[in-house]
T-cell receptor, first 113, second 116 residues
Framework: DAGVTQSPTHLIKTRGQHVTLRCSPISGHKSVSWYQQVLGQGPQFIFQ???????GRGNFPDRFSARQFPNYSSELNVNALLLGDSALYLC????????????FGPGTRLTVT | AQSVTQPDIHITVSEGASLELRCNYSYGATPYLFWYVQSPGQGLQLLLK??????LVQGIKGFEAEFKRSQSSFNLRKPSVHWSDAAEYFC??????????????FGQGTILTVHP
């Protein structure tokens, strides 16, 4: 069975630009969560979606937004990029939120110059 | 608010030696607890999880963890470490209510180095 997939793998953007990251969950999983992992730190929770509705939100500015599609895939959008947005962005899917185990994809490495 | 502390930033062990990675959590209700492993530049792989029931949890790759409510701890153990276990290990606690729905709060991680 395919795991969580994310695209693109790597991305380089300039300050002020906008970026869209994509995630496909494990087949049958209806919940997707997004995390930001800055080098040397643990992942930080950004959003959680279940059945196409936002169910949880972390402490991130409004420049960050997300949505979930009818096929349960998800997009994370970040506007007006800052240097501090450079990080590994991880997507995770879960079968039974909120207590279900979350299975992570390989991540998208975003570099903002 | 939920939080996780991993007191050891870096641990070095010899191959074949036993391992214990420490994790302390803060959470207002019965916690959902997880251990993940991350190799450099990779995503996180789930090692094991605790939801309820037996406080000693078995995971993949020969790892186990013990939930101790009185100590707010969920330490990860392995009786004999292999060189391939070298990686960074994260403990996480899961949330269930309000804006914490589905939120995993991670510790800072423990980097494990294995000497031959």
């Amino acid at each position: 069975d395919a795991g969580v997939t994310q695209s693109p793998t790597h991305l380089i953007k300039t300050r002020g630009q906008h970026v869209t990251l994509r995630c496909s969950p494990i087949s049958g999983h209806k919940s997707v969560s997004w995390y930001q992992q800055v080098l040397g730190q643990g992942p930080q929770f950004i959003f959680q979606y279940y059945e196409k509705e936002e169910r949880g939100r972390g402490n991130f500015p409004d420049r960050f937004s997300a949505r979930q599609f009818p096929n349960y895939s998800s997009e994370l959008n970040v506007n007006a990029l800052l240097l501090g947005d450079s990080a590994l962005y991880l997507c995770a899917s879960s079968l039974t939120p909120p207590q279900g185990a979350q299975y992570f994809g390989p991540g998208t490495r975003l570099t903002v110059t | 608010a939920q939080s996780v502390t991993q007191p050891d930033i870096h641990i070095t062990v010899s191959e074949g030696a036993s391992l214990e990675l420490r994790c302390n959590y803060s959470y207002g209700a019965t916690p959902y607890l997880f251990w993940y492993v991350q190799s450099p530049g990779q995503g996180l792989q789930l090692l094991l999880k605790y939801f309820s029931g037996d406080t000693l949890v078995q995971g993949i790759k020969g790892f186990e963890a013990e939930f101790k409510r009185s100590q707010s701890s969920f330490n990860l153990r392995k009786p004999s470490v292999h060189w391939s276990d070298a990686a960074e290990y994260f403990c996480a606690v899961g949330g269930a209510g309000g804006t914490s729905y589905g939120k995993l709060t991670f510790g800072q991680g423990t980097i494990l180095t294995v000497h031959p």
